[in-house]
């Protein structure tokens, strides 16, 4: 088989902006564990009109994961926090260093100290939603096919929890990491043994189980092909789990313009519909 052109770099997406910082409350680098003695941590961003439910996004492109201040989220997700969801980067081991397999043991242990955490950050943890593009909407993905609940015996507190969600938006990800594993200059992350490669892809992990997952993808797109989200649809519709997905014709790796806009409202309405009781269905 031909390898796949190489793939995932960078979430780039315009975003709407938000009503200001007076109406919100920001916990800054929650510290959910720690690896060669560096801390890895996540921000919750609290809106005023707090509804209980959490969207987590996956701060990854080409899985690396560039820390900014949680003040520069608001901006950037300024749509979730105006419908009451409150908002949780979560920041993982980042490439060169640390590589796919890594990343998503990361991303799974936040999910599980969210959770233990869920009163003191006064959200819902049967109402987690998950979220991000192309290597943050792969880690999303493995997030809502890849669950466990939890080990009760583990020493570790944070490991006793479960790591499921209850609802996955992935923009552009990659979904097959099998014939693009090995050395690679340009995302470092995927030098991983490629024995590995197939408990990391998400097209092998779908079944009935899996959460609501929204997949949306331009057909311009010449990083990560759209034939990944089309590959990945036709295993959630095989296998009966509740999923849609919305093609931008003539957008490429990263949305702009009206295709963020459209994008941003699709992902906002598929939330309000799988973690809000009642809530409305996107009409394309």
Same mark, same amino acid.
């Given at each position: 088989m031909k390898k796949i052109a190489q793939v995932i770099l960078i979430f780039a997406i315009s975003c709407m902006g938000y009503t200001g910082l007076a109406d919100v409350k920001i916990k800054s680098d929650v510290v959910y564990g720690h690896k060669d003695g560096m801390a890895l941590v996540y921000d919750v961003i609290t809106p005023e009109n707090a509804n209980g439910a959490t969207v987590v996004f996956m701060v990854s492109g080409g899985w690396f994961s560039r820390w900014?201040?949680?003040?520069?989220?608001?901006? /950037?997700?300024?749509?979730?926090? &105006?419908?009451?969801?409150?908002?949780?980067?979560?920041?993982? *081991?980042?490439?060169?260093?640390?590589? %796919?397999?890594?990343?998503?043991?990361? %991303?799974?242990?936040? +999910?599980?100290?969210?959770?233990?955490? @869920?009163?003191?950050?006064?959200?819902?943890?049967?109402?987690?939603? %998950?979220? *991000?593009?192309?290597?943050?909407?792969?880690?999303?993905?493995?997030?809502?096919?890849?669950? &466990?609940?939890?080990? =009760?015996?583990?020493?570790?507190?944070?490991? !006793?929890?479960?790591?499921? %969600?209850?609802?996955?938006?992935?923009?552009? =990800?990659?979904?097959?990491?099998?014939e693009i594993t090995g050395p690679n200059d340009r995302f470092p992350a995927l030098d991983f043994p490629q024995e590995k490669a197939a408990s990391i892809s998400p097209i092998l992990f779908a079944d009935a189980g899996d959460p609501p997952t929204l997949l949306i993808h331009g057909d311009a797109d010449d990083l990560v092909p759209i034939s990944n989200s089309i590959i990945m649809q036709a295993e959630f519709e095989a296998h009966s789990v509740v999923s849609d997905f919305i093609t +931008?014709?003539?957008?490429?790796?990263?949305? !702009?313009? &009206? &295709?963020?806009?459209? @994008?941003?409202?699709?992902?906002?309405?598929?939330?309000? /519909?799988?973690?809000?009781? *009642?809530?409305?269905?996107?009409s394309d």
């Open positions: 900014a201040p949680a003040e520069n989220r608001i901006q /950037q997700f300024g749509y979730y926090l &105006d419908e009451g969801f409150t908002l949780i980067p979560v920041h993982h *081991g980042s490439a060169p260093r640390y590589k %796919v397999p890594e990343a998503y043991a990361d %991303v799974s242990r936040a +999910i599980r100290h969210i959770k233990l955490n @869920a009163e003191a950050h006064g959200i819902d943890p049967n109402r987690i939603g %998950v979220f *991000g593009g192309s290597a943050g909407g792969h880690l999303s993905l493995m997030l809502g096919m890849d669950s &466990d609940q939890g080990n =009760p015996s583990a020493r570790d507190e944070v490991m !006793r929890h479960d790591n499921e %969600v209850a609802a996955v938006v992935a923009y552009f =990800p990659p979904v097959d990491l099998r +931008i014709p003539g957008a490429g790796h990263g949305f !702009r313009g &009206d &295709d963020a806009t459209r @994008a941003a409202n699709a992902s906002v309405a598929w939330f309000k /519909q799988h973690l809000l009781e *009642g809530g409305a269905s996107y």
